[in-house]
């Protein structure tokens, strides 16, 4: 059972490098919305169409995100030893690392 530990923090990781675009979307949508006006952050002084096309884009990519790192880890949960408590967000922040080695990076 715990051969199959590497190949789910392996599928995750890779799941991570596409999964940079949810979360940028997501902080554009926060960044440039709800944080700029609380006065946290700066609106993009060319952004003048709105935010609800950024609202339903980052809400679309996210959900098909989501589903296809849900479909992809559920087989590989079943086969690792790993309680569900533990794997779920063990896996959500195996996908993460890609995100926040460009916030170091960059």
Do not use: H, Q
Not at 40 to 60: H, I, K, S, Y
């Amino acid at each position: 059972m715990w051969k199959w530990l590497p190949a789910a923090m392996g599928v995750n990781l890779l799941l991570g490098i596409p999964g940079v675009v949810p979360v940028w979307l997501l902080w554009y949508y926060a960044s440039n919305g709800p944080l700029a006006d609380l006065g946290w952050t700066r609106r993009e002084p060319t952004e003048n169409d709105g935010m609800l096309f950024w609202l339903v884009a980052a809400l679309a990519v996210n959900a098909a995100f989501l589903i296809v790192w849900w479909f992809a880890n559920r087989p590989l949960r079943r086969r690792t030893a790993l309680d569900p408590l533990v794997y779920w967000p063990a896996g959500a922040l195996t996908a993460l690392v890609p995100t926040f080695i460009l916030m170091f990076v960059l």
